[in-house]
Nanobody, 118 residues
Framework: QVQLVESGGGLVQAGGSLRRSCAASGSTNTFDVMGWFRQAPGKQRELVATMSDSGRINYADSVKGRFTISRDNVKNTVSLQMNSLEPEDTAVYFC????????????WGKGTLVTVSS
């Protein structure tokens, strides 16, 4: 069974940086889309950044210019470099991987809390 194993995150002061990484275990097939979502307390889960296997990237407006997503299609990993963090970025961050089409698959990591103190 395919699982997403996340690492990184934690506590940082405003203006600081963190890096989150995610690796898909149990699968050697490339995912069509990999990315990151977040859910702040009392709010709905929202997209942070996604990247297709062809390199197409989509960022939430709130993180453009501050966050950078990258992925390794061979290793089935995706990372999120978060710079200039703001208290509003405090949330649980989830890794996500999707395969589209007939064999549609939507897999989520367990999530890790990122706390940005002011």
């Amino acid at each position: 069974q395919v699982q997403l194993v996340e690492s990184g995150g934690g506590l940082v002061q405003a203006g600081g940086s963190l890096r989150r990484s995610c690796a898909a275990s149990g699968s050697t097939n490339t995912f069509d889309v990999m990315g990151w979502f977040r859910q702040a307390p009392g709010k709905q889960r929202e997209l942070v950044a996604t990247m297709s296997d062809s390199g197409r990237i989509n960022y939430a407006d709130s993180v453009k210019g501050r966050f950078t997503i990258s992925r390794d299609n061979v290793k089935n990993t995706v990372s999120l470099q978060m710079n200039s963090l703001e208290p509003e970025d405090t949330a649980v961050y989830f890794c996500n991987a999707k395969r589209l089409g007939f064999w549609y698959t939507d897999i989520w990591g367990k999530g890790t809390l990122v706390t940005v103190s002011s």
